[in-house]
């Protein structure tokens, strides 16, 4: 029973804007959208999250759908040290809702 | 500026064995998490806590055995270990886990334990 549903990899070129999609159809009216990245075997790295606005940090900026059933993480500059694996996940209750992730590759 | 930590970040232990392994906070966060990461499964959560002396299943506590006696220490024990219980193990702690709009989970390095 996924929460959330993302592409398994994805590659985007150095400089350019990295999309990741994500799916959480079923999300209720007030679970939040949490995106973090994995780098490497290193601890997951908290980047964004949101309830139901757009947000935009100094990292990356979330694009949440007027329904909330799907949102979208853009790193708009990409970099190298962007390729790691990057978790949509839904935050319900007290427990984080991982799924297996989208493997980004920023190529050069 | 520690952060959180965990030891060791390496066991290799035998079935049957216990084992435990260590997370330490130094921000004082009132929640702390830990979770196994196994191929093609994500971060899977096992317990958490929400203060000292207050624990509760996550969604594979089955193995496990955990305490809370002091704010800053969350062990995680794995009272007769099996093959299956090879993971990487992550700890993790937050200010709370009500999702308000600062609130997040700082995760620590890890410890890789492989059950022969």
């Known amino acids: 029973d996924a929460k959330t549903t993302q592409p398994t990899s994805m590659d985007c070129a150095e400089g350019r804007a990295a999309n990741l999609p994500c799916n959480h159809s079923t999300i209720s009216g007030n679970e939040y959208v949490y995106w973090y990245r994995q780098i490497h075997s290193q601890g997951p790295q908290y980047i964004i999250h949101?309830?139901?606005n757009n947000e935009t940090n100094e990292m990356a900026s979330l694009i949440i759908t007027e329904d909330r059933k799907s949102s979208t993480l853009i790193l708009p500059h990409a970099t190298l040290r962007d390729t790691a694996v990057y978790y949509c996940i839904v935050f319900t209750g007290n427990q984080f809702y991982f799924g297996t992730g989208t493997s980004l590759t920023v190529i050069p | 500026d520690a952060g959180i930590t965990q030891s060791p970040r390496y066991k290799i232990t035998e079935t049957g064995r216990q084992v435990t392994l260590m997370c330490h906070q130094t921000?004082?966060?009132?929640?702390m998490f830990w979770y196994r990461q196994d191929l093609g499964h994500g971060l899977r959560l096992i317990y958490y806590?929400?203060?000292?002396?207050?624990?509760d299943k996550g969604e594979v506590p089955d193995g496990y055995v955990v305490s809370r006696s002091k704010t800053e220490n969350f062990p995680l024990t794995l009272e007769s270990a099996t093959r299956s219980q090879t993971s990487v193990y992550f700890c993790?702690?937050?200010?709370?886990?009500?999702?308000?709009?600062?609130?997040?989970?700082?995760f620590g390095p890890g410890t890789r334990l492989t059950v022969l």
């Open positions: 806590s929400a203060a000292a002396d207050i624990t």
């Open positions: 921000w004082s966060h009132s929640y």
């Open positions: 993790a702690s937050s200010e709370s886990a009500v999702a308000h709009s600062t609130d997040t989970q700082y």
């Open positions: 949101g309830l139901k």
